[in-house]
C-alpha cells in the first residue's frame, strides 16, 4: 500500500506535465481551428467566396455537435468509457476533418459546380470544406472536454482554476499565432493552401502528444485502483443515464450553460469577421496585417486567464469576474459600432478590453461548472454546455455573413459600386449592434448566477475550485 499511497497527481511535476501535454493538443486545435478566421477577404478575392458562404462555413464547424448531438453522445461516452478513448477519437475526427478542408482549397477548382444542401446553395470548394469543418468541430469539441475532465481529474483540490486558465491561455496562443500569420502568408503567396497545410500538420502532431498523455494517465488510473484495492474502499459509482436528469434539473447548470451560449457567441463568432472589419472600418489597415489585429484578443488571454484563474483559487469572487467580463466585451462591441471610431489607437484599445474580459470570465466560468457537478457526471455536464455553446456559435456566423450581404453593403447604401477587394465594402454597425445585444444579455445572466449561488450555497464566490 506503502507504493500508491502517493498518486502520480500529488506530484507537482507530473501533474503540470499533464497540463502541458493536453494544453498543447488544443493549442493546436485551436490554432487549426482559427487558421481560417482571418482570411475572409483574402477568400472573397482569390476564391470568390460571398460573406454568406463565409457565415456558412463558420456556422459548419458546429452543424454536427447541434443536430447530430455529437456533443452529448460525447459526454456520455467520456462518463462512461473515460478520457483516453474519448480525447484519442476528438483527435482523430479533428486530423481527418482538417485534411477534408485541406483538400477543399488545394484540388477543389474555386469556381468549379454548385451545390444545394439544406435550401443553402453554396460553391462546391466551400461545401466541402465546410463539411471538413463540421467533421473538425465534432472532434475539436470532443478532445475540449476530454482535455477539461483531464484537468479536473489531476487537479481537484489542487490549482484547478489556475490549471483551467493556463490550458485556456496556451489553447488560445495557437489562435493568435494564426490569426496574425494566416493572412501574411496567404497574402505573400497568393493562396490559402500553405497555411491551412500547416494546421494540418499542427494537428497531427497534436494526436501523437495525446497518445503520449495517455499513458500517462492510464498509470494514474492503475494506481486509484490499487489504492481502493488495498484500502478496501469502493471506487466511485459510475455514471449512468440516470446522472443526466440531476444535471439537467440543476438551476445552476442552466445558468451557466445559457451564459456560456451568450458569451461565447458574442467574442468567439467575432473571430471570424474582426479582420474583415478593420479593412473595412480602418482605412490605414490592409489585409496582409489585418490578422495582427484580432490576435491582440487571445494574447491578451494568455496574459490575463491565469492571473484570474490565480485569483479565483485564492480568494474566489467568481461570480464578480463573471459580471466584469461581460461588462467588458460588451463596451468593446459598443465601440466598434460608434460609426465616429476611425482611429486604430481606439481599435486597439478596445481589442485588448476584449482579450481582458475573454480571460476573465472563462477563468471563473468552467471552475464553477466543476464545482457545481460531481465529477463523475463533469464529462456529460460539460459537453451538454458545450453543446448548447455550439447552438450560438453555429447560428451568429450565419446570421452576421447574412447582415452583412443583406443590409450592410457600401455599395447598397451609396447607390454605386466602389473600389474595393470583392468590389464590396461592409459597414460593421448592424452587427456591432447584434454583438452588443448579447453583451448584455450575459450581463444580467451572471447577476442572476450571483443570486442563484447565493440561494444554493454553490461557493462560486469561494476560494479554493475543490470538488
Same mark, same amino acid.
Given at each position: 500500500?506503502?507504493?500508491?499511497?502517493?498518486?502520480?497527481?500529488?506530484?507537482?511535476?507530473?501533474? @503540470?506535465?499533464?497540463?502541458?501535454?493536453?494544453?498543447?493538443?488544443?493549442?493546436?486545435?485551436?490554432?487549426?481551428?482559427?487558421?481560417?478566421?482571418?482570411?475572409? !477577404?483574402?477568400?472573397?478575392?482569390?476564391?470568390?467566396?460571398?460573406?454568406?458562404?463565409?457565415?456558412?462555413?463558420?456556422?459548419?464547424?458546429?452543424?454536427?455537435?447541434?443536430? &447530430?448531438?455529437?456533443?452529448?453522445?460525447?459526454?456520455?461516452?467520456?462518463?462512461?468509457?473515460?478520457?483516453?478513448?474519448?480525447?484519442?477519437?476528438?483527435?482523430?475526427?479533428?486530423?481527418?476533418?482538417?485534411? &477534408?478542408?485541406?483538400?477543399?482549397?488545394?484540388?477543389?477548382?474555386?469556381?468549379?459546380?454548385?451545390?444545394?444542401?439544406?435550401?443553402?446553395?453554396?460553391?462546391?470548394?466551400? $461545401?466541402?470544406?465546410?463539411?471538413?469543418?463540421?467533421?473538425?468541430?465534432?472532434?475539436?469539441?470532443?478532445?475540449?472536454?476530454?482535455?477539461?475532465?483531464?484537468?479536473?481529474? @489531476?487537479?481537484?483540490?489542487?490549482?484547478?482554476?489556475?490549471?483551467?486558465?493556463?490550458?485556456?491561455?496556451?489553447?488560445?496562443?495557437?489562435?493568435?499565432?494564426?490569426?496574425?500569420?494566416?493572412?501574411?502568408?496567404?497574402?505573400?503567396?497568393? %493562396? *490559402?493552401?500553405?497555411?491551412?497545410?500547416?494546421?494540418?500538420?499542427?494537428?497531427?502532431?497534436?494526436? &501523437?502528444? =495525446?497518445?503520449?498523455?495517455?499513458?500517462?494517465?492510464?498509470?494514474?488510473?492503475?494506481?486509484?485502483?490499487?489504492?481502493?484495492?488495498?484500502?478496501?474502499?469502493?471506487?466511485?459509482?459510475? =455514471?449512468?443515464?440516470?446522472?443526466?436528469?440531476?444535471?439537467?434539473? %440543476?438551476?445552476?447548470? @442552466?445558468?451557466?450553460?445559457?451564459?456560456?451560449?451568450?458569451?461565447?457567441?458574442?467574442?468567439?463568432?467575432?473571430?471570424? =469577421? !474582426?479582420?474583415? /472589419?478593420?479593412? %473595412?472600418?480602418? %482605412?490605414?489597415? !490592409?489585409? $496582409?496585417?489585418?490578422?495582427?489585429?484580432?490576435?491582440?484578443?487571445?494574447?491578451?488571454?494568455?496574459?490575463?486567464?491565469?492571473?484570474?484563474?490565480?485569483?479565483?483559487?485564492?480568494?474566489?469572487?467568481?461570480?464578480?469576474?463573471?459580471?466584469?467580463?461581460?461588462?467588458?466585451?460588451?463596451?468593446?462591441?459598443?465601440?466598434?459600432?460608434?460609426?465616429?471610431?476611425?482611429?486604430?489607437?481606439?481599435?486597439?484599445?478596445? &481589442?485588448?478590453? /476584449?482579450?481582458?474580459?475573454?480571460?476573465?470570465?472563462?477563468?471563473?466560468? @468552467?471552475?464553477?461548472?466543476?464545482?457545481?457537478?460531481?465529477?463523475?457526471?463533469?464529462?456529460?455536464?460539460?459537453?451538454?454546455?458545450?453543446?448548447?455553446?455550439?447552438?450560438?456559435?453555429?447560428?451568429?456566423?450565419? *446570421?452576421?455573413?447574412?447582415?452583412?450581404?443583406?443590409?450592410?453593403? *457600401?455599395?447598397?447604401?451609396?447607390?454605386?459600386?466602389?473600389?474595393?477587394?470583392?468590389?464590396?465594402?461592409?459597414?460593421?454597425?448592424?452587427?456591432?449592434?447584434?454583438?452588443?445585444?448579447?453583451? *448584455?444579455?450575459?450581463?444580467?445572466?451572471?447577476?442572476?448566477?450571483?443570486?442563484?449561488?447565493?440561494?444554493?450555497?454553490?461557493?462560486?464566490?469561494?476560494?479554493?475550485?475543490?470538488?
Amino acid at each position: 500500500m506503502e507504493q500508491v499511497k502517493r498518486l502520480l497527481r500529488d506530484s507537482s511535476r507530473a501533474r @503540470w506535465t499533464a497540463l502541458m501535454i493536453v494544453s498543447f493538443v488544443m493549442f493546436a486545435a485551436y490554432l487549426a481551428s482559427d487558421v481560417y478566421s482571418p482570411l475572409k !477577404t483574402i477568400l472573397e478575392e482569390n476564391n470568390a467566396w460571398s460573406s454568406t458562404e463565409y457565415g456558412y462555413f463558420g456556422a459548419a464547424q458546429s452543424v454536427f455537435n447541434v443536430f &447530430l448531438g455529437m456533443l452529448i453522445f460525447s459526454g456520455l461516452l467520456l462518463d462512461k468509457k473515460g478520457i483516453r478513448l474519448t480525447g484519442s477519437l476528438g483527435c482523430a475526427l479533428m486530423v481527418a476533418g482538417f485534411a &477534408l478542408k485541406y483538400y477543399a482549397v488545394a484540388f477543389i477548382p474555386s469556381g468549379e459546380g454548385m451545390v444545394s444542401f439544406l435550401g443553402m446553395s453554396m460553391k462546391t470548394q466551400v $461545401f466541402w470544406a465546410s463539411f471538413g469543418f463540421a467533421i473538425f468541430g465534432t472532434g475539436c469539441e470532443m478532445a475540449g472536454i476530454s482535455v477539461s475532465k483531464a484537468i479536473v481529474k @489531476w487537479f481537484s483540490g489542487k490549482e484547478l482554476a489556475l490549471a483551467m486558465s493556463l490550458q485556456l491561455s496556451i489553447a488560445r496562443l495557437g489562435s493568435g499565432v494564426a490569426l496574425i500569420f494566416a493572412p501574411m502568408i496567404s497574402e505573400r503567396l497568393h %493562396n *490559402v493552401t500553405t497555411v491551412v497545410l500547416i494546421g494540418l500538420i499542427f494537428m497531427i502532431i497534436g494526436l &501523437l502528444a =495525446f497518445f503520449v498523455y495517455c499513458l500517462q494517465d492510464k498509470k494514474l488510473d492503475n494506481q486509484i485502483k490499487a489504492l481502493a484495492e488495498e484500502s478496501g474502499q469502493q471506487e466511485e459509482s459510475s =455514471f449512468s443515464l440516470r446522472d443526466v436528469r440531476q444535471i439537467i434539473s %440543476n438551476p445552476g447548470f @442552466w445558468l451557466i450553460s445559457v451564459l456560456c451560449l451568450i458569451f461565447y457567441a458574442a467574442v468567439s463568432p467575432f473571430f471570424k =469577421f !474582426t479582420s474583415d /472589419l478593420m479593412v %473595412n472600418k480602418f %482605412n490605414d489597415v !490592409t489585409p $496582409f496585417y489585418s490578422g495582427i489585429f484580432p490576435s491582440l484578443i487571445p494574447f491578451g488571454c494568455i496574459i490575463f486567464s491565469p492571473l484570474f484563474g490565480a485569483i479565483y483559487d485564492k480568494f474566489g469572487k467568481g461570480t464578480s469576474l463573471m459580471i466584469t467580463g461581460a461588462l467588458a466585451i460588451t463596451a468593446v462591441h459598443v465601440g466598434f459600432g460608434l460609426p465616429w471610431v476611425h482611429q486604430m489607437w481606439v481599435a486597439v484599445v478596445l &481589442l485588448l478590453l /476584449l482579450g481582458l474580459g475573454y480571460a476573465m470570465l472563462p477563468a471563473a466560468l @468552467w471552475p464553477s461548472l466543476a464545482k457545481i457537478m460531481p465529477q463523475k457526471q463533469y464529462g456529460t455536464a460539460i459537453a451538454l454546455a458545450f453543446f448548447i455553446q455550439n447552438i450560438g456559435l453555429m447560428l451568429v456566423p450565419m *446570421v452576421i455573413g447574412w447582415v452583412l450581404d443583406k443590409y450592410c453593403t *457600401v455599395a447598397s447604401f451609396a447607390g454605386g459600386t466602389v473600389s474595393y477587394p470583392g468590389n464590396i465594402k461592409y459597414d460593421y454597425t448592424l452587427p456591432q449592434i447584434i454583438f452588443a445585444v448579447m453583451g *448584455v444579455c450575459a450581463i444580467l445572466l451572471s447577476f442572476a448566477l450571483r443570486r442563484l449561488d447565493r440561494k444554493k450555497g454553490y461557493g462560486l464566490d469561494r476560494a479554493k475550485s475543490i470538488q
